[in-house]
């Protein structure tokens, strides 16, 4: 038996229940994992709400965690009893003692790679390799505003964005998050809370504004996004922590400059074994350089659950967040 959070129906954080359940024992191509540490994501939260439904209820929770192989299926090559391992993508049920997950997401961890930090890096550090090194491959020199960047994600990127040489403007809600985030390596913040970001964007840029905006804010973020754009300038639209972009005009980008849109996600870059691993080898590489250094904002018990994403919804958290089985 072991504990996992569950919701039968979706609304607040009261509709998480921590319960007991049998683990079976791993089908071909699957490993059993017993968790040490378990990421919490923004992503949890638009399951649990509903925004993203989940395919069954009752369900479980969570797509990232960290800890050690404790059984392994018929056909799995890559990984054996004892192996240090973490997953950040398939069906919801990280938040758990213990699972059983199709080995094709599941990676072995490098020795200087901790549980808890491969818990509150992967799912985020993978969208900041994608988003930084795939969906814009940039060079050096660039100048990228990125929403939320004393977040999990955001904290990633700004370092991330120091190492490649980019000028990363951030955006955060106070002057303790923007002190976080210029710790981390943004080059300039803006408070999006008390500024006017369009024109602050254009002080800094001295009038050449940004080469991509990283918004992840949604609804309430869009339009000032695209306006922080130079002509032909991309928007990376890769979140609704403020609700979803809806009833979009597409004439809008031709108004505002030639401009290119995408909407991201992990599950569209790591998509085959391959991609998975290279994009692994890449994040591993800036965690163990020390060039990307994970910071854990939160710890909460594996119970609290709830409280963890009201906090997170609640925008009071900063760096990372786990929970601990
Ligand atoms: N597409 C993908 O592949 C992918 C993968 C991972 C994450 N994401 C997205 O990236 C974002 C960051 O994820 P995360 O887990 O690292 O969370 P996070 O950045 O740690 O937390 C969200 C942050 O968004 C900001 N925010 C602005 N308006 C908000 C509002 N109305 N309500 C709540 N927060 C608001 C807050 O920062 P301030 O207080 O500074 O405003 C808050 O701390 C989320 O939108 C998530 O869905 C997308």
């Known amino acids: 038996m072991a504990q996992r959070i569950e919701f039968s129906q979706t609304g607040g954080p009261e509709v998480l229940q921590l319960v007991e359940t049998s683990v ?7 490993v059993c994992v017993r968790h040490h540490a378990v990421g919490l994501n923004f992503i949890d939260i638009y399951f649990r709400t509903g925004l993203y439904p989940a395919p069954s209820l009752p369900s479980g929770l969570g797509t990232e965690a960290a800890g050690v192989v404790e059984a392994v299926g018929e056909g799995v090559e890559h990984l054996a009893v004892g192996d240090r391992v973490a997953y950040a993508q398939g069906p919801l049920g990280a938040y758990a003692e213990e699972r059983v997950i199709a080995a094709d997401h599941v990676v072995a961890l490098p020795d200087g790679v901790t549980f808890e930090t491969a818990a509150a890096a992967m799912l985020k550090g993978l969208t900041v390799q994608y988003l930084l090194r795939q969906t814009y491959p940039l060079q050096g020199g660039e100048t990228i505003l990125f929403h939320a960047a004393a977040g ?7 370092q991330w964005a120091r190492a490649l040489g980019v000028k990363l403007i951030g955006t955060v809600s106070s002057p303790e998050k923007a002190a976080l985030a210029e710790r981390n390596g943004a080059w300039a913040t803006i408070d999006y809370t008390r500024e006017d970001v369009v024109e602050r964007v254009r002080e800094l840029t001295a009038g050449e504004m940004c080469d991509v905006v990283y918004d992840s804010v949604g609804k309430d973020t869009w339009e000032t996004s695209l306006d922080c754009l130079r002509k032909r300038g991309l928007m990376v639209s890769f979140g609704n ?3 979803p972009v809806e009833g979009v005009n597409i ?15 992990l599950n569209g870059y790591a998509d085959t074994r391959e991609r998975l691993e290279s994009m692994c080898i890449d994040l591993f590489a800036m965690l163990e350089s020390g060039e990307v250094a994970i910071d854990i904002g939160q710890r909460f018990p594996l119970a609290d659950a709830g409280k963890a994403q009201q906090a997170l919804a609640d925008r009071q958290t900063t760096g990372s967040t786990i929970l601990l089985p």
């Open 24 to 30: 079976a024992a791993p089908g071909a191509g699957e």
């Open 152 to 158: 999990g994600v955001g904290s990633i990127a700004c």
């Open 241 to 243: 922590a403020s609700g």
């Open 251 to 265: 004439g809008i980008l031709n108004q505002k400059g030639a401009l290119y849109v995408t909407r991201p996600s």
